[in-house]
């Protein structure tokens, strides 16, 4: 059984105590010291102070004072509820170290302009901030700066920080490349056990660090070393003999998509990122795969509609224009091609209004299976679910998905008409219900097969499978429904026209 040793100085019993088991209690037991234990859903007092005052007015001082006691995300939501130039006020207000790491949990948009107005005010600051960031976030700020600001805050930074983030932010921010980070515990392969130990002493290391890349004398990645296992080691030897030499990695141009599946399919919690020549460049962890994984499912979602991958809810006026307008250029042209088909059946649409009526109902039910085709094959593609060989099985099974549910819904449609004629209008009949359940039929057949198959089409020709997919498929399915319903009730127009 595990147990837990742990002396009087840590202010536990004494004993071997089982894991998760809670030590008796007693006249003779010790006082545990006070506990700080918080429930995560509650806001913390300091979340509702700050939120306080906000709501009625803003001291900057006092509020500075009240967000450096915020853990950093909620004291970034604190500072997204002001206006940029009051945010800017507070961060001056706080200690940097806190403000760096408020401001880098900002959302984008918002954190450049904080920055912008920093520039404005005091580029030296602005330059600190950058500075106390961990290179990736601060990397990904400067990349987001318009040119202007940015010269002007790599200006006033130190030389050795310069260069390290004028490195970072030439890498594509949506590779492996952009999304490392060059903070990082590396040490030399012909290293003793207490000079690794020295070193690790004498540099101030994230407090996550749990691992050490293993480097020769010309920086190529050579291995990796566990911290606990260099601990428990024997001090005569050298890293070369305890490290792994077993080591998976990444290159800098590959896509951060590509590196989320990786961590998510192997469970790793950090990989080295390496050049041609294997020289160590840096590392990813996994919360910054977190990150990835959430922006990725709402780039994806933004870019079905037509909105902009890179957009936020606070970007600027001219960068959602710029990323949406084209597309609804786009959307116009698409559903001009559904008018023209309508058009073509101006004169039975106007001997039989009806028709009008059921047309978009076909078409939202085509549309509404189509999306769900859509994003079920989006979701494979994301996931690398989605084999080569199996792709005439998955077209051909959401084609009879689309076959039977329009089998269903359009003998539910075609029994209604024929109970609305019966009773109400002599407009519906069971003859019309009959072509538009025919119609609907089809329709969703159609729709699901195009929902499917669009995405995969679009990544074998070199294009992200989400890129306007909503879009082209709404025009496809309004165009079949339309053609289709039109074109059985042209054909049979005679036939339908009788009275049952």
């Known amino acids: 059984m595990l147990t837990s040793d742990r002396s009087e100085g840590d202010g536990v019993t004494n004993g071997n105590v089982p894991i ?52 950093p995300p909620d004291a970034a939501d604190t500072l997204e509820a002001l206006d940029e130039e009051q945010a800017a006020e507070v961060l001056e207000k706080m200690e940097d170290e806190i403000a760096a790491e408020a401001l880098a949990e900002m959302q984008k948009p918002l954190a450049t302009g904080v920055i912008t107005d920093l520039v404005d005010e005091d580029p030296a600051y602005a330059g600190r901030l950058l500075e106390l960031m961990s290179p990736d976030d601060a990397a990904d700020l400067l990349q987001a700066l318009p040119d202007q600001p940015r010269g002007v805050v790599l200006a006033s930074m130190a ?15 949506e590779s492996a490349g952009g999304l490392m980070t060059t903070e990082f515990l590396a040490l030399k392969a012909d290293m003793t056990v207490p000079q690794a130990i020295e070193y690790i002493r004498a540099h101030d290391l994230p407090e996550d660090t749990q691992t050490a890349m293993i480097v020769d004398a010309k920086g190529h990645l050579v291995g990796v070393l566990g911290l606990q296992r260099l601990l428990l080691a024997k001090t005569a030897q050298r890293l070369s003999d305890l ?34 020549d294997r020289r160590l460049l840096g590392v990813i962890t996994f919360d910054d795969v977190i990150d990835i994984i959430r922006e990725e499912q709402t780039e994806d979602t933004q870019k079905m509609v037509g909105a902009g991958a890179v957009e936020a809810v606070y970007s600027s006026l001219g960068t959602k224009v710029r990323s949406r307008f084209p597309w609804l250029l786009v959307n116009l042209f698409t559903s001009t091609l559904a008018a023209i088909v309508v058009l ?48 005439a099985h998955l077209l051909l099974r959401e084609a009879g998905v689309g076959l039977f549910n329009g089998l269903v819904a359009g003998a539910l449609v075609g ?25 609907m039929m089809g329709a969703l057949t159609i729709g699901c097969f195009v929902g499917s198959a669009m995405p995969i089409t679009m990544r074998r020709l070199g294009f992200d499978p989400a890129t306007g997919s909503t879009i082209f498929l709404t025009m496809t399915t309004d165009t079949v429904s339309f053609f289709t319903f039109l074109g059985l009730a042209s054909m049979l127009s005679s036939w339908l026209l009788q009275q049952a």
Request: proline fraction near 6%.
């Open 344 to 391: 073509q059946f101006e004169g039975l649409i106007g001997e039989l209004a009806v028709l009008a009526v059921l047309m978009p109902v076909i078409a939202n039910q085509a549309g509404n299976a189509g999306q769900q085709s859509l994003a079920v094959t989006l979701r494979g593609i994301v996931l690398d679910e989605i084999r080569p060989g199996r792709v």
């Open 243 to 276: 490290m792994n030499a077993e080591v998976d990695f990444v290159r800098p141009e590959m896509d951060r998509e590509h590196v989320a599946r990786v961590f998510d399919r192997y469970d790793y919690a950090l990989l080295p990122v390496v050049d041609r």
């Open 415 to 439: 029994t209604g008409l024929a109970v609305i004629g019966t009773f109400f209008t002599e407009g519906a009949s069971w003859r019309l219900g009959l072509i538009a359940g025919l119609a």
């Open 159 to 173: 030389p050795e920080t310069r260069r390290t983030l004028a490195h970072l932010a030439k890498y594509d921010r």
């Open 20 to 71: 998760g088991a809670v030590p008796p209690s007693g006249e003779a037991a010790e006082i545990a010291p006070p506990s700080r234990l918080a429930d995560v859903a509650d806001p913390s007092p300091q979340d509702v102070q700050a939120a306080s005052m906000i709501a009625h007015t803003i001291d900057a001082e006092t509020l500075a004072g009240v967000i450096e006691q915020q853990e």
